[in-house]
């Protein structure tokens, strides 16, 4: 009977689904490609040009902000002279390497219905030349390098002879010297200017160090530091200094000193690297003009002693050390605070 309604089952519904007896296995998911390794020299090659991409970024912004600065200049100058009247927003704009342009043309008017040109114009350029950073071509156009950037500002002026007018070029120049500050980093000697004392007061002789620094992986041949090299202004006026004596030493001692005074180079040039700084430098002397060769951490160091100021205020000491490197001078500057005396009880 029951193989009678078995039969009769399978023949009106067909055969029975079997049903596993395990549980199924869910498909695992699709697994993405995975990056090939690199090597160690395609990853410090990566780095490397992120590195060089942000330094290229803080380059453009420095000079945009520069120009920034003569566009405010010009824009406050406006209510002063009737040719730039025109100057607007519009003459600014952003060329296709990130950096700002400022161009200006019109026409000025004059006695008996009369009008002349009057134009300027400013851009960033490739570096072609590494002379000095002046340079000023015929029919008004300009140069001015920035050779440690690989950059150039090029451009021109057109105005009337005889009329005063709007001096742009002026104002450029002006503007353009905080690039020369700004280069210095990039210069294989490092010029500083050091005062261990925070103020001064009123008359009292300015002391500070001055130190020269190969902050390159080569040598270099240079000049002893003294009053034949070295050129200070105090509050962009010529300032009146005494170069300290070097030190005499027994060879013994001298030795001594110079490997503290060596490890001590080196510590300070690693901290500026890192953009730390020391209150205090060590380096090694030599004679007024004497040629020496400077090797990698190698300093110059000198005393100096500037005269006193009168009145009470902040003062910019600023020195230049006398020797063109790719058209520029190393320079330094530092703001002192000179405070009224008082009167001793």
């Known amino acids: 009977m029951k193989k009678s309604l078995l039969i009769f089952l399978f023949c009106c519904f067909g055969p029975m689904p079997t049903v596993p007896l395990y549980a199924q296995e869910a498909s695992a998911p699709a697994v993405s490609p995975q990056p090939s390794p690199v090597s160690v020299d395609e990853a410090e090659d990566d780095q490397d040009k992120q590195r060089d991409n942000d330094d290229d970024k803080k380059v453009n912004d420095k000079i945009n902000e520069v120009i920034r600065k003569i566009y405010d200049q010009i824009i406050a100058a406006k209510v002063r002279y009737k040719e730039l009247a025109a100057f607007d927003e519009k003459c600014m704009t952003m060329d296709p390497n990130g950096f700002l342009t400022i161009k200006y ?11 002349y040109p009057y134009a300027f114009k400013l851009v960033v350029e490739p570096l072609r030349s590494e002379k000095a950073p002046k340079i000023i071509l015929k029919d008004g156009q300009f140069e001015y390098a920035l050779p440690f950037l690989d950059l150039q500002f090029s451009g021109y002026v057109v105005k009337h002879p005889i009329r005063r007018q709007f001096d742009f070029q002026a104002v450029f120049e002006r503007a353009a010297e905080e690039l020369i500050d700004y280069q210095q980093q990039f210069l294989p000697l490092r010029f500083m200017i050091i005062v261990e004392e925070k103020s001064f007061n009123t008359n009292q002789p300015i002391k500070f160090k001055v130190v020269l620094a190969n902050a390159s992986e080569h ?73 020496i ?42 703001t002192v605070k000179i405070v009224k005396e008082q009167p001793s009880s």
């Open 293 to 334: 060769i400077l090797r990698e951490g190698e300093a110059l160091v000198i005393d100096f002693v500037g005269e006193g100021y009168r009145r009470a205020q902040d003062v910019e000491i600023r020195g230049i050390y006398q020797m063109n490197v790719k058209g520029l001078r190393p320079t330094a500057k530092v």
């Open 105 to 115: 043309e019109t026409e000025v008017p004059a006695p008996r219905g009369e009008t």
């Open 219 to 291: 040598n270099i041949l240079v000049k002893g530091l003294g009053q034949e090299t070295l050129f200070f202004t105090l509050n962009n006026a010529v300032w009146g200094t005494n170069a300290g004596q070097a030190e005499v030493l027994s060879p013994r001692e001298k030795r001594r000193q110079e490997r503290q005074k060596q490890a001590q180079m080196r510590a300070f040039l690693r901290a500026q690297r890192k953009g730390q700084g020391l209150t205090t430098v060590m380096g090694k002397r030599t004679k007024v003009g004497e040629q």
